[in-house]
Structures are given as structure tokens and as C-alpha cells.
């Protein structure tokens, strides 16, 4: 059921910048099995030989060769390396090491490929909506401190479409609070409904977000999996969810990070500082902004692939590889205490 989770859910997690997310979620709940035992050298020269073929996809062009020669160069290396673990590690830090990129990885099926399409069709979205309620769609808390301060700690943005309903049931929690605390010190990212909710019910009238600048890709002809690109970028704008209600249009809201804190729940703090409708308080974040997707590398592997840039209407750039630079430095664990000073609490 969750190897189904993460195919099924990818389409709507890819587009907010957190397909990592689900799959580091995936491997620390299989990392104590030895199902890996199974991948042969045959599979993981596989999956070299289609790494290098997805890079076709990747949106950066101009660092595209130097990767490929970095990997041609280190391939016996990674070769030699008979732990899938390990050899997954060493090709993200060269992938890493080259294009600067931590939306780039390469990461390992809990099962594989070949053993998942003997079992089915994938679940129903309502079978997905309940494995995805377990933990309230990332809802972690949602409480009014005794000071009439909102607390929201979100562990993660969801990308079922019923988690827009569980961030209104969060904020229907709070609603008449005079302020906001939003915990994103532990959010790895995640999926656009869950973020957009939140987005909405931030502003008066729904905010514009930062723009997507999709790669344009052609069909190759020598390769049905391959990729042409001329450079050129297609453009979707976005906007946060209309709430006909929104909970905090005007109130303050002060945005707690950490170095962990990733992906959409960066694009939370940066859309929010662009706008100046929050105070970020914590550390730098990771700094992860491409748009990307999940491909398979054979049975085995997968590797989340970067096929946009994100791009804000404000500020015309991003946080990829520098991060959110909060408002109020301090370090994360003293983040909250901080952040109740600063709302009078």
C-alpha cells in the first residue's frame, strides 16, 4: 500500500517541490528490511545507464554535461560499491557536489518495481485519503495558546485534494486568534493543495505565489524517454486557494524555520516574507526550489528529477541553494519562544 501511495500520490505531490518528502518518508519506514539484498550489480548499472538518459529532462541545460561527466567518470567507482545504500550516497554527492542542486537524488524502492506490478491496480483516492488522514494530512497541531496566540505546526504539505479540508478544519480551530505562530522547523515540503489552503487563508484576497518556469521539452526521436530542450520555458502562474473565510487576512503571522525546513514549506516562508505579511524567525533553510518529478531508474531506483524554476513576481529570483534568511535569526529550538516574545506573548 505505501510503495502505491508514493506512485499514485506523485502527480500531486511533484508540483509544489517536495517529491523528496514522500520518498524519505518511505525509506525510513523500510529501513530495517532486507528486501534490498535483492539488488544486483545488473540493476544498478541500470540504473546508471538511465540516470544518464533522464538528464535529458533536467532543467538546468548548461550544468548537464558536467554532471554526466562526473558520473561517467566516478561509474566503476560507484560500481565497486555493493551496498545500495551506499551507492546511491555516492552518486547524490557527486550529483550534488556538480549542479548545487539538493532537489537532485537518486533514491531507493522499498520494493521493487516488478514485484509491485503483479500486485494490482493502484488504490482508490479515498484508500489514499485515509492512509494520508493517519497523520491529518500534516496537521500536527493546532491549538490557541493561553496568550490568544495560534499555534500551527505542520510536519508536512500533503498533496491529496482532500487536504485542503483539513487545513480549514485546522484553521476553523484558531480562527479569532490575534496572532499566528506557523512551526514549519521540521517540514521537508510536500504537495500544493495543503500549501495553497494555507496561502488562502493568510490574505485578504488570494496571493499570487512564485511563478513556474517549466522546461519545454520535445519528444526525442532516438529515445521515447528522452527529452529535447531549446531553452525556451513555459510560465504557470499561481495563486493561493480563494477561502471564502480566510482566519488570518491581516493578523500577524511569524513563520518558525530551521536548516530542515525544505522545498514548499520554503516557498511558504519566501512567498510570505516577499509579501511582508510575516516575520520568519529561526535559521537559513536547506534552500531547495526546483519544481520536480519522480523517474525511474529501472525496478530499483528512482530519481527526483528538477524540471522548473521557481520564480518570484516580486523579487524575481528564488531561494534555491541560499535558502529563506529568516527575519529574526536565532536558533531553531529557541525559535518559538522568540517568536511569543515578538507577539506579546
Given amino acids: 500500500m ?11 505531490v511533484l508540483s509544489c517541490q517536495g517529491p523528496a518528502a514522500v520518498m524519505a518518508r518511505e525509506a525510513a519506514a523500510f529501513a530495517e528490511a532486507d528486501a534490498h539484498a535483492a539488488i544486483s550489480e545488473a540493476h544498478r548499472v541500470r540504473a546508471l545507464d538511465t540516470l544518464d538518459r533522464r538528464l535529458a529532462h533536467y532543467v538546468m541545460q548548461d550544468r548537464t ?36 542542486d539538493k532537489h537532485l537524488q537518486v533514491w531507493i524502492e522499498p520494493r521493487s518495481r516488478d514485484d509491485v506490478a503483479v500486485e494490482g491496480p493502484p488504490p482508490s483516492m479515498a484508500a489514499m485519503a485515509a492512509e494520508e488522514a493517519r497523520d491529518d494530512f500534516g496537521v500536527r ?12 505546526a505542520l510536519s508536512r504539505f500533503s498533496g491529496h485534494p482532500d487536504a485542503g479540508a483539513a487545513v480549514d478544519a485546522a484553521m476553523a480551530r484558531l480562527a479569532g ?32 505565489l512564485e511563478d513556474i518556469l517549466m522546461r519545454r ?22 495563486l493561493a486557494d480563494a477561502v471564502p473565510v480566510p482566519a488570518f487576512p491581516t493578523q500577524p503571522v511569524y513563520v518558525l524555520t530551521s536548516r530542515g525546513s525544505f522545498s514548499a ?40 528529477m528538477p ?10 529570483t528564488n531561494w534555491e541553494g541560499v535558502g529563506v534568511t529568516p527575519d529574526v535569526p536565532v536558533p531553531a529550538d529557541r525559535a518559538p519562544e522568540e517568536a511569543l516574545r515578538l507577539a506579546g506573548g
Fill in 177 to 208: 486568534a490575534r496572532a499566528l505562530i506557523l512551526d514549519l522547523r521540521d517540514n521537508g515540503g510536500g504537495g500544493e493543495p495543503a500549501l495553497r489552503r494555507l496561502m488562502g487563508h493568510l490574505a485578504p484576497t488570494p496571493p499570487r
Fill in 141 to 152: 497541531e493546532a491549538r490557541v495558546l493561553d496568550d490568544g496566540v495560534a499555534w500551527l
Fill in 265 to 304: 514549506a520554503e516557498a511558504v516562508a519566501y512567498d510570505l516574507q516577499a509579501a511582508g505579511r510575516a516575520t520568519i524567525v529561526g535559521e537559513v533553510t536547506g534552500g531547495g526550489a526546483n519544481p520536480s518529478i519522480a523517474m525511474d531508474l529501472g525496478p530499483w531506483f528512482t530519481v527526483i
Fill in 2 to 12: 505505501r510503495r502505491w501511495l508514493t506512485v499514485a500520490l506523485s502527480g500531486l
Fill in 217 to 238: 521539452c520535445a519528444p526525442d526521436p532516438a529515445d521515447p524517454e528522452g527529452c529535447v530542450q531549446d531553452g525556451s520555458r513555459d510560465v504557470q502562474v499561481r
Fill in 307 to 316: 524540471i522548473g524554476v521557481a520564480r518570484h513576481p516580486l523579487t524575481g
Fill in 65 to 100: 554535461p558536467a554532471i554526466r561527466a562526473r558520473l561517467a567518470e566516478r561509474r566503476e567507482a560507484y560500481l565497486a560499491l555493493t551496498d545500495p545504500e551506499a551507492f546511491r550516497q555516492a552518486i547524490n554527492a557527486d550529483l550534488l557536489a556538480v549542479s548545487g
